[in-house]
């Protein structure tokens, strides 16, 4: 055979390249043939969507490590702290939450103290030894004084316990970018592998420039969620001892859990 139809090969069989001249029709009665629609692109942009999602998540599972080391970098460069900070803690069985702020303390390793300034007077000191938990504005009269927990929002280890190490302690989320205290932050959710450190989950953000943390939302063993947001930070701060030392007032009892 010498020729063909159009959009056929020699053959006699359609041209697969000739997609338009072979697309099936209908004819209507009047004569009037209508050509049905090329095959709808669908399922390629589907698998294109599929394959765009996994490539961001596998990026931001690449982010919440490279955020991670960033903060431990940037703590392991200091030796104390100072820094402003606004806690907001919100208990469930309680209601509205209780906003207070003061000064935090820092000086590694094992010396801690958050002085507020809203409820005036109040203090949580950990002097190497033990923890002191004094908050005239509610229990006036005596101060708490306990071991020095290792975990938790009260403790010299604030920081540490979620950058030293946090791929091994932790099942680790990456939550995108924000802004907290006016400066840009990744932020990065923690859930314990194991129980017993206090919390259930910890977010925090952490600074894109420096790497600090400037805050920390945790949500604790009872349900209770505390957020503390460092307004100012000064690392290496020259910390008067006193800061960190707790001494009794007159008059007050020490009760021990």
């Known amino acids: 055979m010498t020729g063909g139809t159009a959009g056929q090969r020699a053959s006699g069989r359609p041209d697969p390249t000739s997609l338009q001249r072979h697309r099936p029709s209908r004819r209507f009665g009047d004569g009037t043939r209508v050509r049905s629609a090329p095959p709808s692109p669908q399922p390629t942009l589907t698998v294109l969507a599929v394959l765009t999602v996994l490539a961001a998540s596998s990026a931001l599972a690449q982010d919440a490590p490279a955020a991670l080391?960033?903060?431990e970098h940037a703590y392991a460069q200091v030796r104390s702290l100072r820094a402003d900070f606004e806690q907001t803690i919100t208990n469930p069985m309680l209601g509205g939450p209780e906003v207070s702020h003061g000064t935090l303390f820092l000086v590694k390793p094992d010396r801690f103290a958050m002085r507020f300034a809203e409820p005036a007077g109040d203090r949580i000191i950990a002097d190497g030894t033990w923890l002191w938990a004094y908050t005239p504005s509610t229990v006036p009269g005596q101060v708490i004084r306990q071991p020095v927990p290792a975990s938790g929002a009260a403790t010299p280890n604030l920081f540490a316990q979620f950058v030293e190490r946090p791929m091994d302690r932790y099942d680790v989320t990456y939550g995108g970018r924000a802004t907290v205290a006016g400066e840009p932050v990744e932020l990065v959710t923690l859930v314990p592998i194991v129980d017993g450190l206090g919390f259930r989950r910890a977010t925090i953000?952490?600074?894109?420039?420096?790497?600090w943390i400037r805050q920390?939302?945790?949500v604790e063993d009872s349900g209770q969620r505390r957020t503390i947001e460092l307004t100012t930070i000064s690392p290496n701060a020259d910390i008067p001892p006193s800061e960190v030392r707790f001494t009794v007032p007159r008059g007050v009892k020490v009760v021990t859990p």
């Open 205 to 211: 953000a952490i600074a894109e420039g420096t790497g």
């Open 69 to 71: 080391a960033r903060a």
């Open 216 to 218: 920390l939302q945790i």
